[in-house]
């Protein structure tokens, strides 16, 4: 089998899903071709102009038009703005030929068949043999796409359906027409998991496949269930939000995002293509969306949904909420139940579920029901749109967002106890459930050996999930592989003598029980292994400091602790770098003040694309004081050169900090110098990067390394320095840019990175900078003011400007 490779591709359609496919191809490197058709009018810019429907400008001003939107639409698609040169744009009459030069071609136009077959038939006369040739349809028979084609057309020919936003959303469904290969099949697969960091799913060729098929039926199932048990659109939301691993927007608030025209269109699909569905009558749309339909209440595009969000008289934004009853919008009421009140103590939502669905009150009623429908319709889906259960679960997460799959919950609370909750709520499990329990397997997944297997239907035996190998799962492997554990870390053997130090605290904050578990991971590491890596698999790496403990250290002006709880810190931090075994940080997510400075202080960092990574500290009044303060005057003193204007270069770090810079994407950490070119590296798909980041240790390790020499040749820039960025701060709060205390930060960061008010330029040590960060922010913690911003932090999560 020849190898594949694919530099080029072009996507076919420019609108919002074709022109985030396409930032996602140039994100990850590769050149796109990005058509789509030519405007049949002028517009009235255009004919002032003087131009006509000839000039190219006008030929390509709808595919233009589209790529520079997504371009500058929030969240960004790409994640560098300088990747976008990888994208060419052309239309279909003028630029299709060029399809000759791509290794695959991606057709992105308009949901309808007919439209898609023209579409297809022109790029069948003009792709290359052995091309590959997908169309990103949600719920259009494959099959029929590729009627007429040519024989090397319809090997070639799948469906790979993209979930928007193509760069935040992980599942990528394949979907094989009548005669696609198995190459094919394989190589997408592989591709999609391994370059564009995807949960590839192969789906069978069933109206809407896996995700939306499972996930239309939650929300309409929802939809019913709401008047049924007379909960408001709040209530919902909050019950079918984070509680349970869904995201923030929980169910009515993402349909408002979505779009409800794009979920009646994707349900009324199923309903005319899947008559005998057990469930087929749920699919009929209740008559409150009819309504909303007919007023054109679609959600943000329309500006009102679920939801609508107005101006009140005192000039302050206000969301009100559509009464289902009335279909009025109202006021928000607060959504409280007891049994959601008895997981707050709950940190893993796994464990929640069995607690959940005991509740004696509303919300217990709602999930028992919610779960008894899911359970069913999922159970009575295979084999139809899936042989296999765990792609069930791996598109709901990749695609929905959700923690856990269906099949995962129904475990948790217990597969015989789900099947009692069925039987109560009136609903009929497939078959081989119940074959399931017969042959001796009590559970849809299994652990062994550091692998999940999950129960094969066919062979009533627990099979080994596929793909693992590149992966290290820490679920599976953390009880049998634990080396060490405190309350705030786990230490895990990740084989060939790398350890990994694993948080365990709430949202990952850097406490002194995290601290004394890293110290303990270097000692394990120097003693009886070959390397250490930083990581975890939860939502966010770190967000930093356990600023709770600094808080009331502060406050009872316990000074004293204070200063060493920061000097531990910083120490711990400078054990990282100066350590005899090599560090690897693994960042991901939020990333923010000491989980950054950690990173800053690893010998090698293997962020995720998706980390977004910067020294907040400003945000609750002081600089920071776990050595990042010290670190970018560090990096600013590397980067002066004969010739340079070195303020200008100390400024920039000064910035970082100044502004709490923080970056979108692991890409932009290299501009603002928190990652650095030709040392860290970035992986797209973040189930790799454990794996990676121990492959790289292990590397460093037998590459033979010596630990480093602490640092005396820093150069700082003194009064020099000092002058210049007083000055500023000046000005700038002069001018109201900044407030007071928002200059006196500045100020003692300023004395900082300058290394004080030296009357020369001059080489300092590391050390000589801590004592000067560590000071500058014990001084901040005595203010009042810095002491308010931090308890707004701990009562909001929202910064405060005083």
């Avoid at 204007?645 to 950490?669: C, D, H, P, R, W």
């Avoid at 002491?787 to 707004?792: D, G, K, N, T």
Wanted: proline share 3%.
């Amino acid at each position: 089998m020849s190898k594949r490779i694919i530099n080029k591709v072009a996507v076919i359609g420019s609108g919002i899903m074709g022109s985030g496919i396409a930032c996602h191809f140039a994100n990850i490197g590769v050149e796109v071709l990005l058509l789509d058709i030519v405007p049949r009018e002028l517009t009235d810019a255009e004919k002032a102009k003087g131009l006509t429907l000839e000039d190219k400008i006008v030929r390509n001003r709808l595919v233009n038009t589209s790529l520079q939107t997504a371009l500058k639409s929030k969240p960004s698609p790409i994640y560098h703005q300088k990747f976008a040169s990888r994208i060419t744009t052309g239309n279909l009459e003028d630029d299709i030929a060029k399809v000759a030069d791509v290794d695959w071609i991606i057709e992105v136009v308009v949901e309808r068949l007919d439209i898609k077959k023209q579409v297809l038939e022109s790029l069948d006369k003009h792709r290359k043999p052995g091309t590959l040739i997908t169309s990103n349809t949600s719920g259009i028979p494959i099959k029929f796409m590729s009627e007429g084609r040519s024989d090397d057309f319809q090997k070639h020919f799948c469906g790979t359906h993209f979930f928007n936003p193509a760069r935040y959303l992980k599942l990528f469904e394949i979907i094989p027409g009548p005669k696609t290969s198995q190459e094919v099949l394989d190589f997408l697969n592989g591709y999609g998991e391994q370059f564009l960091g995807k949960t590839s799913v192969v789906a069978k060729d069933t109206p809407a496949f896996i995700g939306n098929r499972i996930g239309i039926f939650g929300i309409q199932s929802l939809f019913h269930q709401v008047k049924d048990l007379g909960l408001t659109i709040e209530e919902v939301d909050k019950l079918t939000g984070p509680v349970i691993g869904r995201p923030k927007s929980a169910t009515f608030r993402t349909v408002d995002v979505v779009g409800l025209d794009t979920l009646v269109h994707v349900a009324n699909g199923i309903y005319d293509n899947c008559p005998d569905d057990e469930a087929h009558e749920l699919f009929k749309l209740p008559n409150f969306i009819n309504t909303m339909m007919e007023n054109k209440w679609l959600g943000s595009k329309t500006g009102q949904g679920f939801y609508k969000k107005i101006k009140g008289d005192d000039g302050k934004s206000e969301i009100l909420s559509l009464d289902l009853d009335t279909l009025e919008y109202r006021k928000k009421k607060s959504a409280k139940f007891a049994t959601l009140e008895l997981t707050k103590t709950v940190d893993k939502v796994i464990d929640r579920f069995p607690i959940l669905i005991a509740g004696k009150d509303k919300a217990g009623d709602f999930y028992r029901k919610n779960f008894a429908a899911m359970f069913a319709y999922v159970s009575n889906r295979i084999p139809e749109i899936t042989d296999e259960l765990y792609k069930i679960d791996d598109a709901m997460k990749a695609g929905f967002g959700w923690e856990h799959g269906p099949f995962q919950i129904w475990d948790a609370i217990g597969v015989e106890k789900g099947l009692d909750i069925m039987k109560t709520e009136g609903y009929e499990p497939a078959a081989w459930v119940n074959d399931m329990l017969a042959s001796g397997s009590k559970a849809f997944y299994t652990v062994k050996d550091g692998a999940t297997y999950f129960y094969d239907i066919p062979s009533k035996s627990q099979t080994k999930v596929p793909g693992q190998d590149a992966f290290i799962i820490l679920d599976n492997i953390r009880k049998s592989k634990e080396v060490f554990k405190n309350s705030g870390v786990v230490i895990e053997d990740l084989g060939d003598g790398i350890l990994n130090c694993e948080f365990q605290s709430k949202m990952n904050t850097i406490g002194g029980d995290v601290l004394a578990g890293l110290n303990k991971a270097v000692d394990l590491a120097e003693k009886d292994f070959q390397g250490l890596v930083v990581g975890n698999q939860a939502a966010n790496f770190s967000v930093g400091a356990n600023i709770g403990m600094i808080f009331m250290m502060a406050v009872e002006q316990e000074y004293d602790e204070l200063n060493m709880a920061i000097k531990m810190f910083q120490e711990t931090m400078m054990r990282m770098r100066y350590s005899a075994i090599p560090t690897v940080a693994a960042p991901h997510g939020m990333t923010l003040g000491g989980g950054c400075e950690l990173s800053l202080h690893a010998d090698k960092v293997v962020a995720a694309a998706e980390t977004y990574i910067g020294l907040v500290e400003f945000g609750v009044g002081v600089i920071p004081g776990g050595g990042g303060s010290k670190e970018m005057a560090l990096r600013a003193s590397d980067q002066f050169h004969k010739g340079d204007v070195k303020l200008n270069v100390l400024q920039e770090y000064f910035m970082t900090i100044g502004m709490a810079k923080v970056s979108t994407s692991a890409y932009e950490a290299f501009d603002l110098g928190i990652l650095q070119k030709g040392k860290d590296v970035v992986v797209v798909n973040k189930e790799r990067q454990i794996a990676t980041a121990k492959a790289y240790a292990k590397l460093m390790a037998e590459q033979g390394y010596t630990k480093p020499i602490r640092r005396k040749d820093v150069k700082v820039l003194g009064k020099q320095a000092l002058g210049m960025f007083l000055v500023g701060t000046d000005a700038m709060e002069a001018s109201k840019y900044i407030s007071e205390h928002d200059q006196k930060i500045a100020n003692k960061l300023a004395y900082v990175m300058a290394g004080g008010d030296l009357s020369e330029p001059t080489l300092v040590s590391e050390d000589y900078l801590l004592d000067l960060e560590r000071e500058a922010f014990l001084s901040l913690c005595t203010e009042r003011k810095t002491l308010e911003r931090i308890q707004h932090m701990l009562k909001t999560g929202k910064p405060l400007r005083n």
